[in-house]
């Protein structure tokens, strides 16, 4: 049976830079055939200017449109699994499929949604990533700018208009599994540390925390987290329950007209060592070393003592994975792992670590 194919939702209020970011993604996407789901786009056609980044086509209203790099963009009809299925039905199908969710709708019920008969078996959610504008947050506003995100949210009959935004944020930050703290080129390194720090105390145990001035995230940090949201409901519950569905999202980000920051802000380099003795023992030293050196995500092919096959090993934060591919065949029977996180890690640390 093929495997699933991999969704990515993200989430954040108006303002934050989800659009910035998925361009960001699509530019840099490295091969990869991305489908992306936008749930409407808005009077301002702002959404549409993410497709700039990917070719000249316009999404018209209820439409899938095949982009010039390979990704794949429709909007959100009425409902949500009809265009799960068109995607789906598609050949080739899309490698990974991101949905860009409105700032004010829930998170959790599109999450719940992948259980739906017909696609809980085709897809699974990857991880839902949530973005907040670092500036505002620190500030105690949670959007730079409070009125538009009130007018977007009074324009719409679908929402909850009473609930504070203060709840919808703690709602968002429940159900995140990479928490994107974002524009923190507006903040001090003291005042980025704190706040990431922060949301770290507020999220589940495990969630990932990032610091991006300009939604300038590694693919192979923002896709691929392998989470499968969508059996973990209880732990993400909303705190507290809105009725309403989805709403129109202009995402306009004051940055946009910046120049790409490039990913200064994330760094990666090779470990190698010889042969291990003890497949867990190694696994278990390698979560030990993530998380006493915050690192994102962990790669690579391990040669364990006797075995003929070489043992691959993923870590998304300090979970890690392993499982035996292939043998080695001519190739040297080394160990060697790829480090990827934000800059600033200790390079010489983790090594000594991986190596002990």
């Known amino acids: 049976m093929p495997a699933k194919i991999p969704a990515t939702i993200v989430t954040g209020f108006l303002g934050s830079g989800k659009t910035t970011l998925i361009r960001h993604m699509l530019q840099n996407a490295q091969g990869k055939r991305i489908a992306l789901i936008i749930n409407e786009f808005g009077d301002l056609g702002v959404d549409g200017d993410i497709l700039k980044g990917c070719g000249d086509e316009v999404c018209a209203k209820d439409d899938i449109v095949e982009l010039s790099n390979g990704c794949i963009c429709c909007t959100v009809a009425d409902d949500f699994i009809p265009t799960m299925e068109a995607l789906l039905a598609r050949n080739p199908a899309p490698d990974h499929i991101v949905i860009e969710t409105s700032g004010l709708a829930l998170p959790q019920p ?30 105690g506003q949670f959007a730079h700018n409070i009125a538009a995100v009130d007018a977007q949210r009074a324009a719409d009959d679908n929402l909850d208009h009473e609930t504070p935004l203060s709840e919808l944020f703690e709602d968002q930050i429940a159900c995140a599994d990479m928490i994107v703290v974002n524009k923190t080129d507006l903040l001090t390194a003291d005042e980025a540390d704190s706040l990431a720090a922060q949301l770290r105390t507020d999220s589940r145990d495990g969630v990932q925390v990032v610091k991006t001035s300009m939604g300038a ?35 306009d980000h004051d940055d946009d007209h910046h ?53 691959t090993l993923q870590a998304v934060g300090p979970r890690v994975e392993t499982y035996f591919d292939q043998p080695f065949g001519d190739a040297p029977r080394q160990t060697r792992l790829v480090v990827i996180g934000e800059a600033g890690l200790n390079q010489s640390a983790i090594t000594a670590a991986l190596q002990a």
Do not use: C, Y
């Open 110 to 139: 599109l999450v719940r949604a992948f259980n739906w008969p017909g696609i809980s078996t085709r897809v699974t959610v990857d991880g839902v990533v949530t973005v907040v504008d670092g500036r505002a947050v620190q500030d």
């Open 217 to 251: 995230l590694p693919v192979d940090v923002l896709l691929g987290q392998g989470i499968g949201a969508e059996a973990d409901l209880e732990s993400r519950h909303e705190i507290h329950h809105h009725h309403h569905h989805h709403d129109d999202d202009a995402d």
């Open 259 to 311: 120049h790409d920051h490039g990913h200064d802000e994330f760094e990666s380099f090779i470990v190698t060592r010889d042969e291990v003795a003890d497949a867990a023992a190694f696994a278990a030293q390698v979560s030990a070393a993530i998380k006493a050196n915050n690192i994102l995500r962990l790669k690579g092919f391990v040669a364990i003592t006797g075995k003929p096959m070489r043992m």
